[in-house]
């Protein structure tokens, strides 16, 4: 296996590790159908139980 020919510094690792860490903001969308609060892409509204077009999930009214 091979090995490095010289010892890797602590800020050359650190710096290669710092760029693995980096966090996104989860992507976020209002609904076309009832145009409540975001949420996450690629789900169902839970507001209204509808995902690209058609109802997937039924909700209970709320009080």
Do not use: D, E
């Given at each position: 296996?091979?090995?490095?020919?010289?010892?890797?510094?602590?800020?050359?690792?650190?710096?290669?590790?710092?760029?693995?860490?980096?966090?996104?903001?989860?992507?976020?969308?209002?609904?076309?159908q009832c145009g409540q609060a975001p949420f996450a892409t690629h789900h169902a509204c839970p507001q209204c139980g509808f995902y690209k077009g058609r109802q997937v999930i039924t909700v209970k009214a709320r009080r």
């Amino acid at each position: 296996m091979p090995t490095p020919k010289r010892k890797v510094t602590r800020s050359r690792r650190r710096k290669r590790q710092a760029s693995n860490s980096v966090l996104s903001v989860p992507q976020v969308s209002t609904c076309p159908q009832c145009g409540q609060a975001p949420f996450a892409t690629h789900h169902a509204c839970p507001q209204c139980g509808f995902y690209k077009g058609r109802q997937v999930i039924t909700v209970k009214a709320r009080r």
